[in-house]
């Protein structure tokens, strides 16, 4: 694992992105080069991106144990969601969307502009105080449910960790014929998944959670649903997603995929001690703190959401830490540094608090969690 230098910057914002691996980008590099032609042709150059793409299809699918022909590769998780839930509306017949208020802005939009359109009725599942999803109050609301229903859940939360029980959830949506759609964007690269033993009909993924590059990701469709094109012109991903394809970052998915389960179990054994020192650490540090989300074997190994008193000196500690050179977030990407704070946090709990989400990588050492915590003693101690 690497080691830090002085002065050098501390990321512990895994959840956010994560550093590509230089494998990967040893796999990319000759479709940047030599291999760029483009798959839709017929001549030589063409057929050599086509067999990278579709041989990168083979070994996703063989990763998540479904069919190739149940891989699409896309722009990212966003994407992903927004296609599986605008078909399951548009296409599959669904009047009714069951989500989580937690679920990241990719779903929550997505479902309440949906709503706001007058498409859908939308109903959010009651929260457990620990963030999880309270199954038995999922399970009333699809009983009570009329017309064809999306469920629309996440399997980890990227704020919080919290880990949805995703194969009873699976069995829920078919015992009521709900159709199920799981964003998978913080497990996918993460946990083996096995989409044979998931009553799952679509996920999503974005490769550069797990160390891939950006701007490119999946959405796994369940054979047989029979949704349309998403994305209309050439016929590209056979004929749904139409436009030249993002070849070398297709080959860069399927690769840090591959890498990421070879060493699963190593490095997720390392990420979760690492998360639990931190956790150890910060507790034996600083008597208030408040931990968000359950940061057990229920929640993601990668993930630590803690909460500090809102005092003077804590309200501005992410620029603090910043000006330390440690990288980390108050929530998702995109609401760090928002005034209104964390939806998923606000969700959870009335408890006034700054929350810091430490996210690890197995770049990531118990020298920089030592370095961190000194740094917040020395901040707010
Ligand atoms: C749980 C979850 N879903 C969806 C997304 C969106 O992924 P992307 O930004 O790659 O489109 C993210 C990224 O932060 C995420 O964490």
Redesign the pocket.
Known sequence: MMATAKNQRIYLDN??TTPLDPKVLEAMMPYLQEHFGNPSSIYSYGRESRMAIENARKAVAQQLNCHPSEVFFT?????S?NTAINASVRDLGCTHIISSKIE?H??LHTVEHLAKEGKVNLQFVNLLPNGHVNLKHLQELLEQTQGKTLVTL?H???EIGNLLPIQKVGELCKQYGAIFHA?T??TVGHYPIDLKEINVDFI?A?A??FHGP?GV?LLFVRNGLGIKPFIHGGGQERNMRAGTENIYGIVGLAKALELSMAEYAKESFYIEQLRNYMLTQLQKNFNKLIVNGSADENALYTVLNVGFPKTEKTEMLLMSLDMNHICVSGG??CSSGASVGSHVINAITQQEQVPIRFSFSKYNTEAEVDAVVECLKKLIG
């Open positions: 959840a956010a722009s990212g998780g966003t994407e969601s990241h990719a779903t996440m980890a939360n990227n964003d964007v913080q999503t974005a550069h959670k950006k990701g998702s990407a």
